[in-house]
């Protein structure tokens, strides 16, 4: 592509570094910045660099926070004894949007694997014994990909907390809501027989 | 297979061939593409090459993707589209499949070639590809264990490098490995075993037919999870697994030891004994796998005249026509040779003569 300006090509550079955008998105993207009043761009530029050096890990769960403790960390309302460990800051989104869960949460930060050069070491682990040992809590619920390396992190977690007479419960793992039986695969399905669960006449 | 489409396979620009549903014989001369063929069949049926070539190198020079198209029937269609690196999709019928995994076995396929015998000179590794193809063409249940164990060894495998490097073991993680490689195993164990006991009948009588009743053979499945669990066996070699920082016990390390004459053939065979023996197995396979799956397999032969003389190839051919053994594929290089045996049993058969990637 041929910009008649430096300037343009440096900001479409600058977009392309990102996930997703492409040379045509991005160009679009700096075309429609230019179209628009400056203060559009300044807004956005502030907001972001704003973002960027104010934004923390909280200091207990590790999720992103404005302050050394986050708002569902801090917020009286949730009950501090049910812990909910996940991989990411986005399972953390994707439970919140749920609005079914209101204990607090533990961002592990990956998985174990160590072809990836990610070890127990690597993750937030030690804050995670720290935790449960320290703090009055009752149950952690493991929402990890029940994947092969989530499956490592979770035996790996629950070897390292058991001692300390905590509760230790995984998601359910089964038939997707609105899934039809006929298209789940075997191991899924194999899976959810074994694991059955009682009838409820309340399970909606 | 009614016909077959190649687009940028091997040394095929662009090939559309119907065949018999009997016999169809390639021939040409060395180099030429005959096997290539046999190889796109077997990756429609497989998902991957028979010799472990990589994808990359199924490419024409040249090219960036290769496609294999095969009409199996009226209404039967499977399409490999790959870009080698980026993407690799299957299709039966226009539709994708989500896993490549679940194709395998769809289309039962036994490929006979010149290196087989590398089941009896090579390593276990070969013999538990034997075994393991075989199983994974009947049931999609223990490719996904064999998988699964496959990746937690790996993990295991690299955990165990990474602790001999910063020299801090963590057993706990090791422990935690261990107890995900458990079901896996005994799943694995359990149906190498039970297959081993229902196969050898049935080799044992084709090596009788093949040899003219020569020698006693037979195949003993070897693991070390026969007398003990696999829980123990980890147990007991933690100190060898952390020095050489790799597993050295499970079903990654089973065999199948091949007995001629109460000796090992490895050591005892003749090479005419080698090669009969290991035809035998092929031949077993295939019958294994058509009584298991109610349906015939494609039957593959490369170049047979390698492994049998002129005498033996009749009787074989005999063997495979009289027993109706579905469709077959083979190849040779001389013309007349095979012609002049196939035209005294096949009813229905026809001949491709392969030069330079064409079929003329």
């Not at chain 1, 302050?67 to 994707?94: F, G, H, L």
């Not at chain 2, 396979?9 to 046999?38: A, H």
């Not at chain 2, 699964?148 to 990474?162: D, E, H, I, P």
């Not at chain 2, 229905?348 to 003569?353: E, H, L, P």
């Amino acid at each position: 592509m041929n910009f008649s300006s430096t300037l343009i090509e440096e900001a479409v550079m600058a977009f392309t570094a990102l996930p997703g955008i492409g040379k045509k998105t991005a160009l679009r993207l700096v075309l429609h910045l230019i179209d628009q009043p400056g203060q559009t761009s300044e807004q956005f530029s502030e907001a972001i660099v704003k973002m960027r050096r104010n934004i923390k890990h909280c200091s207990i769960c590790h999720n992103v926070s404005d302050a050394e403790i986050c708002a569902i960390c801090t917020s009286p309302k949730r009950n501090s004894q049910i812990v909910c460990i996940v991989e990411t800051i986005r399972d953390v989104m994707a439970i919140e949007a749920t609005g079914q869960f209101n204990g607090v949460y533990h961002v592990l930060g990956g998985v174990i694997s160590p072809i990836e050069g990610v070890g127990p070491d690597d993750l937030n682990i030690e804050s995670l014994e720290k935790r449960v040992h320290d703090k009055k809590v009752k149950e952690v619920i493991m929402a990890i990909s029940p994947t092969i390396e989530g499956d490592t992190t979770i035996f790996y977690i629950s070897k390292k907390i058991k001692d300390s007479g905590v509760n230790i419960s995984t998601i359910a793992r089964g038939i997707s809501f609105g899934g039809e039986l006929e298209y789940a695969d075997e191991l899924t399905l194999g899976r959810s027989i074994a694991t059955r669960l009682p009838y409820q006449d309340t399970d909606k | 297979m009614l016909e077959l489409k190649l687009v940028n396979f091997k040394n095929y620009e662009d090939l559309r061939v119907s065949f018999s549903p009997q016999l169809n014989c390639f021939v040409g001369m060395n180099g030429m593409g005959k096997t290539n063929l046999l190889e796109a069949i077997y990756y429609l049926c497989m998902t991957k090459s028979n010799f472990g070539t990589n994808d990359r190198q199924m490419v024409r020079q040249g090219a960036d993707f290769f496609r294999i198209e095969g009409n199996f029937a009226e209404q039967d269609k499977v399409v490999a589209k790959v870009i080698p690196g980026k993407q690799k999709k299957f299709e039966r019928n226009d539709v994708a499949y989500d896993r490549l995994l679940e194709h395998i076995g769809e289309i039962p396929v036994v490929m006979i070639v010149p290196d087989d015998t590398q089941l009896v000179s090579e390593g276990s590794e070969e013999r538990r590809r034997f075994i393991d193809n075989t199983l994974s063409q009947l049931e999609t249940g223990y490719l996904k264990m064999l998988m699964t164990y496959n990746k937690v060894l790996k993990q295991r495998n690299a955990a165990l490098k990474g602790m001999g490097k910063s020299g801090y073991y963590d057993d706990q993680l090791i422990q935690a490995y261990n107890g995900q490689l458990l079901a896996p195993a005994d799943f694995i164990y359990q149906a190498r075993k039970k297959f081993i006991a229902e196969f050898l009948p049935v080799f044992q009588r084709f090596y009788r037919v093949i040899s003219n009743d020569a020698e006693q053979v037979a195949g003993v499945y070897v693991s070390k999870l026969e007398n003990d669990s696999l829980e123990n066996l980890l147990r007991e070699n933690e100190q060898k697994d952390r020095i050489l920082q790799r597993t050295t016990a499970g079903i990654h390390r089973d065999d199948l030891k091949f007995i001629i004459g109460g000796n090992p053939l490895r050591k005892f065979g003749s090479q005419g004994q080698l090669k009969s023996f290991v035809l035998a197995l092929k031949l077993a396979q295939f019958e294994f796998l058509k009584q298991q799956k109610e349906k015939k397999p494609l039957l593959l032969l490369d170049d047979i005249f390698d492994k049998l003389d002129r005498y033996r190839v009749a009787q074989l051919i005999g063997l495979l026509l009289d027993q109706d053994f579905g469709q077959i594929f083979i190849t040779d290089t001389h013309e007349n040779r095979l012609e002049k045996i196939v035209e005294q049993y096949a009813t229905n058969y026809r001949k491709f003569t392969v030069e330079n990637g064409k079929i003329i």
